[in-house]
């Protein structure tokens, strides 16, 4: 946790309300634990540096009695405490982080299909009717759903600053719902292992303000692009050099075709 923390494009520097929210489970769990953790550690430290065999003033008992029901009551009931309250607060936050509800906003949502290929990103925009490449341009304090799928292999897209790591599958359609809080452009991976070249299966997710969406969108629509049908067709060609492969600008056009 703490390396992670020194690095501002983690799960601890969010910029959206789920991962923040996530940021505070993964605290309220650390914590929870530690409550346990830090005094059985101390608890050892201090009973093996007292009982040690130097230490003439430590009195040992020579009762050899193997089952105290009080003391055993004492032992089990502090753990069972913590695992019923740390499953409490878990199970609470993931309803509440339901990858599928949508999230509170005073704009109309934003609808992303995503399609995971070999070894990039496909962002379809349906309502504007582009596309893109390894780069998702969206607007701040707007809901945006996600219908993710794969054209190949099982994978999964996570996006840490903005949070919920979701699988996509073939044939198979998930759901997610995500919030850029601030501008800025926020580093998305592939989290699941899907065949060589999938480390290097990164994007970028660029949050800027509603008018700088606009003007994104009627700049991609004027450079001509190619229709939603074709370009998924030619799109899932693998990448010729996938360790080299990262994120790049948007492809409105039609991208090379299969070799």
Not at 24 to 31: G, R
Not at 96 to 104: K, Q, V
Request: aromatic share 10%.
């Amino acid at each position: 946790m703490l390396v992670t923390s020194c690095q501002q494009a983690g799960v601890l520097d969010p910029r959206g309300p789920i991962a923040a929210a996530q940021r505070l489970l993964l605290f309220n769990a650390t914590a929870i634990m530690l409550v346990v953790v830090v005094p059985v550690v101390l608890a050892t430290l201090a009973f093996a540096w007292w009982y040690r065999s130097s230490n003439t003033r430590a009195t040992r008992s020579d009762d050899d009695r193997a089952y105290e029901g009080r003391l055993e009551f004492v032992v089990w009931s502090i753990p069972a405490l913590v695992v019923i309250l740390l499953g409490g607060v878990i199970w609470i936050s993931a309803h509440e982080l339901d990858p599928r509800a949508p999230i509170p906003g005073g704009a109309k949502p934003l609808e992303v299909e995503v399609a995971s290929l070999d070894w990039k990103w496909l962002f379809i925009y349906p309502d504007q009717g582009i596309a893109a490449v390894n780069q998702l341009v969206i607007p701040t304090e707007t809901p945006v759903r996600f219908r993710l799928t794969s054209a190949t292999v099982m994978n999964s897209f996570f996006v840490p600053q903005l949070g919920s790591q979701i699988y996509t599958m073939p044939g198979m359609t998930t759901h997610l719902n995500l919030l850029a809080s601030n501008a800025g452009e926020f580093p998305g991976f592939s989290a699941n292992f899907s065949g060589d070249g999938f480390a290097d299966m990164r994007f970028i997710v660029k949050a800027v303000p509603a008018g700088d969406f606009a003007d994104w969108v009627a700049k991609v629509r004027a450079s001509g692009s190619a229709s939603r049908r074709v370009l998924v067709k030619a799109t899932p060609c693998p990448s010729a050099c996938p360790r080299s492969a990262g994120p790049r600008a948007e492809s409105p056009g039609l991208p090379a075709p299969c070799p």
